[in-house]
Nanobody, 118 residues
Framework: QVQLVESGGGLVQSGGSLRLSCAASGDIFSRYVMEWYRQAPGKQRELVALIRTGGSTNYVDFVKGRFTISGDNAKNTVYLQMNSLKPEDTAVYYC????????????WGQGTQVTVSS
C-alpha cells in the first residue's frame, strides 16, 4: 500500500510562488509515474504535470513555463514548483501515483489547497 501526503499549499498573491511536496511512503519512483492534478470548485479534476520513472516530464499548456515537476528519489518526494501564479490556478492540488503493469495500480493523496489572490 502506497501513501501519499501533500504539503506546501497556501494563500499567495498573483505573481507569487509556492512549492508543493508529495511524500510517498515507500520507494515508488522507480515503478510509478508521479502526477500532479488539480480541481477547482465546480470543475473536473485535471492533470497538471507528470514525471516518469526515467525522469522525463510533461506539462499541460496552461502551466508550461511556470510550473516545474521534479523528484527526489532519496526522499521519496515529488515536488511541484509553481511560479507566476494566477488566480485561475486556485484549486486543490492532488498527488497521484500510477502504474499499468501488470495491472493498473493508482494512489491519491489527500490534496492541498492553493489559493491565489488577485
Amino acid at each position: 500500500q502506497v501513501q501519499l501526503v501533500e504539503s506546501g499549499g497556501g494563500l499567495v498573491q498573483s505573481g507569487g510562488s509556492l512549492r508543493l511536496s508529495c511524500a510517498a511512503s515507500g520507494d515508488i519512483f522507480s515503478r510509478y509515474v508521479m502526477e500532479w492534478y488539480r480541481q477547482a470548485p465546480g470543475k473536473q479534476r485535471e492533470l497538471v504535470a507528470l514525471i516518469r520513472t526515467g525522469g522525463s516530464t510533461n506539462y499541460v499548456d496552461f502551466v508550461k513555463g511556470r510550473f516545474t515537476i521534479s523528484g527526489d528519489n532519496a526522499k521519496n518526494t515529488v515536488y511541484l514548483q509553481m511560479n507566476s501564479l494566477k488566480p485561475e490556478d486556485t484549486a486543490v492540488y492532488y498527488c497521484h501515483a500510477v502504474r499499468w503493469t501488470p495491472v493498473k495500480y493508482e494512489y491519491w493523496g489527500q490534496g492541498t489547497q492553493v489559493t491565489v489572490s488577485s
